[in-house]
């Protein structure tokens, strides 16, 4: 995936927030797996779920013996997935319209496209 690719996938999710806000709760979030960079739109509870099956993954890491350990704990970080507040997004354009604001997902894209 090229750089364009990613932010013109971010700028697709951001957009179906707005086109259907009502559908999700006060914390939309964009979860980004930085292994893959697959890009999923979720409500805050998705997030917290996903945050604690990332950490129970560690914990599990943690248990195992030897150098596996080491290798396991650093890859299940790998496959963590960032979040990203979707209302952070935004870039309102009226009292009532919002679109999805170039420049904050172009930071996001910093972090994976150096």
Request: aromatic share 8%.
């Amino acid at each position: 995936m090229t750089r364009k690719e990613f932010i013109d996938a971010l700028k697709e999710n951001v957009q179906i927030y707005i086109d259907n806000f009502d559908r999700f709760d006060s914390n939309p979030q964009l979860m980004i797996n930085p292994d893959t960079l697959d890009i999923k739109l979720v409500n805050g509870s998705e997030m917290l779920d996903a945050i604690a099956d990332s950490e129970e993954a560690v914990e599990d890491a943690a248990f195992a013996e030897g150098a596996e350990t080491k290798e396991a704990s650093d890859y299940q970080v790998t496959r963590n997935p960032d979040f990203y507040a979707v209302t952070k997004l935004l870039k309102p354009v009226s009292a009532h319209n919002s679109e999805p604001s170039e420049a904050a997902l172009k930071k996001i894209a910093d972090v994976y496209f150096k």
